[in-house]
């Protein structure tokens, strides 16, 4: 009804005769159209769209919820600060893009400013804060005051130390930032070329950059806003380079912001996208000969006495990269964050937008009705599943890790590494790729930045190189996957999630036992695939790098890298599997909950094997007819997700602020609201653009008075 052909062409040739006016002087038509805008919205305000797909689930909406968010208590405070945030004109987001960067970051600041209010004002728990600050949904430099500075110190500080500095973070008296990456290095954390080096005269270290490469650069929040930093530099006392260590360093005066003798800094450009990450201040930052307090180098882990002695404590020195370990592990759980945001904003437009299907002037076919579609967006819904329960566990490991260290138990570290470095890795580049994905899932109109979709993307894909590039963490995992299969044959029995390979002898030789499509339903088929899949793998990798004999391991490892990262993220896949059927074996209340999940799982373990059936097929685990038949099971369950699907992602219970999505809204109704939103760009504030009289109508003219002339 929107297309209608006649306001339009009305609309063009009172625009080409029209005088440049402001938006509140809009030519007639547009008030028209624009207030039947309006009007339409109001009226349709109560319509829901979608109703006829909701009515469709076969499973308890409100009880999927409770099994996304963990517990009842989980959906309810959710829900409560979404809700608060999204009534909060403050936190108003929908104009975000059209802000220069200026406008942008002070916009960042008083948000940050006033989400604090609001966290004294209503006596927030830390639970409560942390969710309002997630709807709030703008990268600020309180992410790293409380996602890094603060862990750090809790981390790598002496008790003495965190009851010093964690109050005055607490309350914001200081706001620190993480300064570990310098412009020359940052994936290669033992080649950071800042110094501190200890003066016993004074009982001070002195933190200098000796090169332009030594500049630190990226710590989010360091470019702006952040009075304090912990800064990870080379240790030098007693004429020895000790490696790197963490110092809490002073940056800006407490009185005036200013930077404090020997700093120099500020924010180091804009980045990728419109609005997005610009609302950080990623900043650099140099040192000349800056002394702090000897007691302001973070002295758990490893200490400087007053004469200048150096000792280190006896535990692994792979602690000082703990914040990073925590970081990463908090980093998967985000990941299904964006990914089921992406996602519910591709599935509801998908179930609104329609195209062909019919001849006769009837209507046409749902876009979601495709095979097609059914067969690029299901399984990124059912990934979204899967990354939500694996971060889920994930949280739990490093819990269970922290507890053991805390007892000076150290044999899970190798564990824990492995697993957040592979789970950051495989889902933050699944979940880039994925909100891509949705954005052509959405036409032409998911390009708009009205979508959502471009802003997220934006956002999202830098999580694919900080906190550890993910090509540089996978490798990691692949060097942890050799040196167990380097034990296995001295007979030592591998534990945690590598547990599987002590099953060796079986899995480099078992053949699967499908042998119709529905035997794929069955778990314990999924898995043996999945293990024999991995290990097989990760065995051809050993091998080849020992066949290599002339060469040095090192060098063998080398020439191998780009086989040894399928071989890590094949294992990585394999634990997100395990953690998904393992989440499926128990018990789930809810009508028809249970079920739904099943299909989940099974939908993201059979997607995933046919995208990697080259491997599947390559190592033997199954035959070309298995894998044709996992392909066959696939169909057979996008069938069975489509009428479930609006519902599944009406469980991630997500509010339209928080979506930030005219093609997600929960009630359907789009085409108002693209239409609504088109309007408002600062583009459309006058009906003739501003250059027209410099360059449009002289360009018009001079083409006219050619013609003439013909
Ligand atoms: C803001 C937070 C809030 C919420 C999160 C949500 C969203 C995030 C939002 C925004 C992001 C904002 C901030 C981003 C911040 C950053 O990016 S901070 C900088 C991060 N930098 C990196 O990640 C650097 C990556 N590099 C490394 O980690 C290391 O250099 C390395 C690649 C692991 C190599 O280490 P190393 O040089 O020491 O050498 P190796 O020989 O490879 O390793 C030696 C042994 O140590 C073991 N190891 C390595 N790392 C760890 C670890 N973390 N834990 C335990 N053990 C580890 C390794 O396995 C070797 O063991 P061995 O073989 O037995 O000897
Ligand atoms: C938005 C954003 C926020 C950030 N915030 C912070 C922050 O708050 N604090 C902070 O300290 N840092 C921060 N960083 C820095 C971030 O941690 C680093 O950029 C990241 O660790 C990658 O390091 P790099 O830039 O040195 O990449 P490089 O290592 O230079 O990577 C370049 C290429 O080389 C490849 N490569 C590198 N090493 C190897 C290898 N051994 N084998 C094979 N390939 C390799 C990589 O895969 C990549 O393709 C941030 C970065 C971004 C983008």
């Known amino acids: 009804m929107w297309r209608g052909g006649s306001n339009t062409r009305t609309c063009k040739r009172r625009f080409f005769s029209s005088p440049t006016r402001s938006r509140h002087h809009r030519p007639p038509y547009i008030c028209r159209l624009h207030s039947r805008g309006s009007q339409h919205l109001k009226a349709m305000a109560e319509v829901d769209h979608l109703a006829a797909e909701r009515a469709t689930a076969r499973f308890d909406v409100e ?91 809790k981390g790598q500080g002496t008790e003495e130390q965190q009851h010093k500095w964690l109050p005055l973070a607490y309350k914001f008296q200081i706001i620190g930032c993480y300064a570990q990456t310098e412009l020359g290095h940052g994936s290669n954390v033992q080649g950071l070329e800042t110094t501190a080096t200890f003066d016993p005269k004074t009982d001070e270290f002195v933190i200098h950059s000796p090169t332009l490469t030594s500049s630190k650069w990226w710590p989010g929040g360091l470019g702006k806003a952040s009075t304090h930093a912990v800064v990870y530099a080379r240790l030098i006392t007693e004429g020895k380079d000790y490696g790197i260590h963490g110092f809490i360093v002073q940056l800006r005066s407490l009185e005036d912001h200013s930077p404090l003798p020997g700093v120099t800094l500020g924010d180091i450009g804009g980045k990728f996208g419109s609005g997005a990450y610009n609302s950080m201040d990623n900043g650099v930052l140099r040192f000349d000969h800056v002394r702090i307090p000897r007691d302001q180098m973070l002295m758990r882990l490893s200490q400087v006495t007053r004469e200048g002695k150096y000792v280190h404590s006896n535990v692994p020195k792979q602690l000082l990269y703990g914040t990073m370990v925590y970081v990463r592990q908090s980093i998967v759980a985000d990941a299904s964050k964006a990914l089921s945001r992406a996602v519910c904003i591709a599935v509801r437009y998908s179930a609104v937008r329609k195209q062909f299907g019919s001849q006769d002037g009837g209507p046409e076919t749902q876009v979601l009705n495709y095979k097609t579609q059914q067969s690029r967006l299901f399984p990124l819904l059912a990934s979204a599943y899967a990354f939500r329960f694996v971060g889920d566990w994930l949280n739990w490991l490093y819990t269970d890790v922290t507890q053991k260290l805390e007892a000076k138990d150290f044999s899970t570290l190798q564990e824990a590494h492995a697993c957040t470095a592979g789970l950051k890795a495989v889902t933050t580049s699944v ?132 086989d040894l990262l399928e071989a890590a993220v094949a294992h990585i896949q394999l634990i997100i599997v395990t953690k998904f059927i393992e989440k499926v074996h128990q018990e789930i209340p809810g009508h028809g909950v249970k079920e739904q999940l099943q299909a989940l799982c099974n939908v993201y373990a059979l997607y995933i094997l046919h995208k990697h059936l080259g491997d599947f097929l390559a190592t033997g685990c199954i035959t070309p007819r298995q894998g044709a038949l996992a392909n066959e099971q696939l169909g057979k369950l996008y069938a069975q997700v489509r009428p479930n699907a609006v519902a599944l992602v009406d469980a991630f219970n997500y509010t339209d602020h928080y979506l930030g999505s005219v093609l997600g809204r929960y009630d359907g109704d789009v085409y108002p609201a693209l239409y609504e939103e088109a309007w408002k760009d600062p583009l459309n504030e006058t009906v003739v653009p501003e250059g027209y009289h410099e360059y449009l109508r002289p360009l018009i003219k001079q083409q006219q008075l050619k013609l003439s002339r013909l």
């Open 431 to 562: 979940t880039a790729d994925a909100i891509e994905e949705c954005r052509k899932l959405c036409g032409g109109h998911g390009y708009l930045n009205s979508s959502g979709l471009p802003e997220l993307f934006a956002v999202y894909v830098p999580a694919c190189t900080y906190e550890g590039d993910n090509v540089v963490l996978l490798l990691q995992v692949a060097r942890i996957l050799m040196k167990t299969v380097s034990q296995l044959a001295s007979g030592k029995q591998p534990v945690g999630t590598m547990a599987y390979m002590g099953k060796v002898q079986y899995l480099m030789q078992c053949k699967s036992a499908v042998s119709s499509a529905e035997d794929w339903l069955n778990p314990d088929a999924i898995q043996e695939a999945f293990e024999a899949r991995a290990l097989r793998m990760a065995v051809n990798c050993a091998q080849n790098i020992s066949q290599a004999a002339s060469q040095e391991e090192a060098a063998g490892f080398y020439e191998r890298s780009p």
């Open 63 to 153: 009880e999927m919820k409770v099994a996304w968010a963990g517990s009842r208590h989980a959906v309810h405070v959710a829900d409560r600060m979404a809700r608060l945030v999204a009534s909060d004109p403050v936190f108003r987001k929908d104009n975000r893009t059209m802000l220069s960067r200026k406008e942008l970051f002070k916009d960042t600041l008083r948000k940050a400013a006033h989400a604090w209010k609001r966290i004294v004002e209503l006596r927030l728990t830390e639970e409560e804060a942390d969710l309002l600050r997630q709807y709030v949904d703008q990268p600020g430099y309180v992410d790293l005051h409380w996602g890094m500075f603060v862990p750090a110190i």
